[in-house]
């Protein structure tokens, strides 16, 4: 976190109020990219449109509640002297998961290495998070030419969303797509879970497949920080609505 101009690991960072969150990661930047990793705000922020979107980038549903929070805070901001948009990020959403996913399966692999190294024995699906398994699983069949397709797709979604930002600076989306879910609400349905189980009889274009299929459970919960997690860039989470 904050040591690095190539985005890999998303870290989160929860904090009272701004002022710490700057505190912190003042504390944590690596001084040596500092010049490269912060740059100066605009003097005039006003005089910058503000893009907004309340439209899912994989296209699931997202709730009244939710739309009228970011609304509010649209109602908010112009009131204030700004410019706000509507604007879709120019990224396709379903895309870039499933990018996400295919660069991700090497973390399937380290998780057994590290199984291996406290228990000598590789790991086994009652063991671990079913997409642990999966992930495992899927990396067994990747080939290792995906690499460059996976390159070549975040060097695009990077260019996309620099372009993007020199005509909009500030990008305002919702963080959930609804209120927050019950922790009875599984990760994965059942349905997949069996089906991850099994997932090593299928072929890799459509382990893949099933993967995001999974994955889209949890993923229609939160479809817009993906975008940030790939893209290396900033976003910052704020409480700005309360539901009944």
């Known amino acids: 976190m904050g040591d690095d101009t190539v985005p890999s690991t998303v870290n989160f960072a929860n904090a009272k109020n701004v002022a710490d969150l700057q505190k912190y990661f ?19 922020l006003k005089k910058y449109p503000i893009a907004y979107s309340t439209k899912s980038p ?12 970011v609304k509010q805070t649209v109602k908010f901001l112009r009131s204030q002297g700004y410019t706000v948009v509507k604007k879709d990020a120019p990224v396709e ?45 899927v990396d067994k069949k990747q080939p290792q030419s995906l690499e460059k397709q996976v390159a070549k797709e975040n060097k695009l979604v990077d260019k996309q ?11 305002l989306t919702p963080t959930t797509t609804k209120t927050a879910a019950k922790n009875s609400d ?6 997949y879970t069996k089906k991850l189980h099994k997932i090593s009889k299928l072929s890799h274009k459509k382990q893949i497949h099933l993967i995001y299929d999974a994955w889209l459970h ?13 893209s290396g860039e900033p976003a910052l989470s704020l409480l700005a609505y309360v539901s009944k």
Not at 117 to 134: E, L, R
């Open 26 to 44: 003042d504390g944590m930047i690596n001084q040596d990219n500092r010049e490269k990793l912060i740059k100066d705000p605009p003097k005039n």
């Open 218 to 230: 949890c993923l229609a919960k939160t479809p817009f920080t993906p975008l940030a997690n790939v």
């Open 58 to 69: 994989v296209g699931t549903n997202v709730s009244k509640d939710v739309v009228k929070a």
């Open 93 to 137: 959403g379903k895309k870039l998961m499933m990018t996400y996913y295919t660069e991700s399966t090497p973390t399937g692999t380290n998780a057994n290495k590290m199984i291996r190294q406290k228990t000598g024995q590789n790991m086994k699906y009652k063991d671990v998070s079913p997409m642990t398994w999966a992930l495992y699983r």
């Open 161 to 171: 969303m620099t372009a993007f930002h020199k005509k909009y600076p500030l990008y």
């Open 186 to 191: 599984p990760a994965y349905l059942p349905k």
